[in-house]
C-alpha cells in the first residue's frame, strides 16, 4: 500500500497517458470546471462503475479539453473552427475504437483524482458549507495559499485536493487518515471479504447437501 508521501510525490510528478495515441495533459482543476460545464458527467460516471459507455463525440471533446491547458480549452470550445477540429481532426477517435480510448481515459482520470481520505474535525463547530467542492478547492488554493488564477485552474486535480486537504488540516478543520489508520481499513476490509467468501462456500455447500440430487 502507497503512503500519503508517494501518493503525493505522483500528484506532483504525474505519469504521461495517452488515449488513442493522443498525448494528453495532467487533468486539471480547471478542467474539472470545463467538464460540469460541458456535462461530460457520462465519462466522470464511469470512474464509480457507470455502463453507460460515452459517445465518440463526447471522448473527442473530452481528449480535446485536456491536450490544453484550461485557457486554452476554454478558447478552444468557445472557438468556431472547435467543433470542424472534433469532426475532421481527431479522427484516430472513433467508433472502432471507443471502448479502448474510454477505458484509457477512465484509467488517466483516476490516476489523477487522487486525494487523501478526510473527514471534518467534530471540535468545529461552524455551521456545515454549501458552496461546490471545486469552489472550496480553487479558493483555497488563491485566497489561503497564493495562487493566481490561472495557476489554481492549470494545477492538476490530485495535487490540488492534496494541497487542500493538507492545508486545513494543518489549520486543525479537518483530519486526515494516515498511512497506519489506512492499513488497518485495508486489513479489515480483507479480513471482511474473506470471511464473506467463506459464508458463500458454506451456503453453497449446505445447497448442494440439501438439493434431491445431492
Not at 488515449?19 to 464509480?48: E, I, K, N, Q, W
Not at 488497518?184 to 451456503?203: H, P
Amino acid at each position: 500500500m502507497e503512503t500519503l508521501a508517494q501518493r503525493y510525490g505522483k500528484a506532483l510528478y504525474p505519469a504521461t497517458h495517452r488515449v488513442c495515441g493522443y498525448r494528453l495533459r495532467p487533468f486539471t482543476l480547471g478542467h474539472a470546471f470545463l467538464f460540469d460545464r460541458l456535462l461530460l458527467h457520462r465519462l466522470d460516471s464511469m470512474l464509480a462503475g457507470g455502463t453507460k459507455l460515452p459517445s465518440t463525440g463526447e471522448l473527442r471533446l473530452a481528449v480535446a479539453i485536456c491536450q490544453r491547458t484550461h485557457a486554452q480549452a476554454v478558447r478552444f470550445v468557445q472557438s468556431t473552427w472547435g467543433a470542424w477540429w472534433l469532426r475532421w481532426g481527431m479522427l484516430r477517435v472513433n467508433f472502432l475504437n471507443v471502448h479502448k480510448g474510454v477505458f484509457q481515459f477512465v484509467e488517466y482520470r483516476k490516476a489523477h483524482s487522487d486525494c487523501p481520505e478526510a473527514w471534518s474535525n467534530p471540535e468545529n463547530k461552524s455551521k456545515p458549507i454549501c458552496s461546490p467542492p471545486l469552489q472550496q478547492v480553487k479558493l483555497t488554493l488563491i485566497g489561503r495559499m497564493g495562487y493566481t488564477e490561472e495557476q489554481a485552474m492549470d494545477t492538476s486535480l490530485s495535487r490540488a485536493l492534496f494541497d487542500h486537504f493538507c492545508f486545513w488540516e494543518m489549520e486543525g478543520k479537518m483530519n486526515l487518515v494516515g498511512d497506519e489508520e489506512r492499513s488497518l481499513t485495508e486489513d479489515l476490509k480483507n479480513e471482511q471479504s474473506a470471511i464473506r467468501k467463506e459464508m458463500a462456500e458454506f451456503t453453497r455447500t449446505l445447497k448442494e447437501k440439501g438439493s434431491p440430487n445431492g
